[in-house]
């Protein structure tokens, strides 16, 4: 059983910085490649980064490279997302998910099978 829990979301101010969290109550949480994802109002959810099992890899986004950076710790089930130098256009519903295949940590969502409930980053300018 995998349940995801996002959390760290909340109103910032442009050029800021936030830290999400997203925390697995399952046993299995060093099992899966994490990714997140991102959907702003009226748009497609996208993705945003992707890490593998170890965390010894990741993607990201070209929209993020260089200003978010995703990590994990398998000893607390837990993936982040620092986020820096954030900008009004960073502004939507973070997710996070879990894939089966353990070794995709890619932009496809339909690559992965648990979703948290989301997180609301507000960016202001």
């Known amino acids: 059983q995998v349940l995801l829990v996002e959390s760290g979301g909340r109103l910032v101010q442009a050029g800021g910085s936030l830290r999400l969290s997203c925390a697995d109550s399952?046993?299995?949480?060093?099992?899966?490649?994490m990714g997140w994802f991102r959907q702003a109002p009226g748009k497609e959810r996208n993705f945003v980064a992707g890490i593998s099992r170890s965390g010894s890899s990741t993607y990201y986004a070209d929209s993020v490279k260089g200003r978010f950076a995703i990590s994990r710790d398998n000893a607390k089930n837990t993936v982040y997302l620092q986020m820096d130098s954030l900008k009004p256009e960073d502004t939507a519903v973070y997710y996070c998910a879990a894939s089966l295949d353990s070794y995709y940590y890619g932009g496809q969502s339909r690559k992965y099978d648990y979703w948290g409930q989301g997180t609301q980053v507000t960016v202001s300018s």
């Open positions: 399952g046993r299995t949480f060093s099992m899966h490649a």
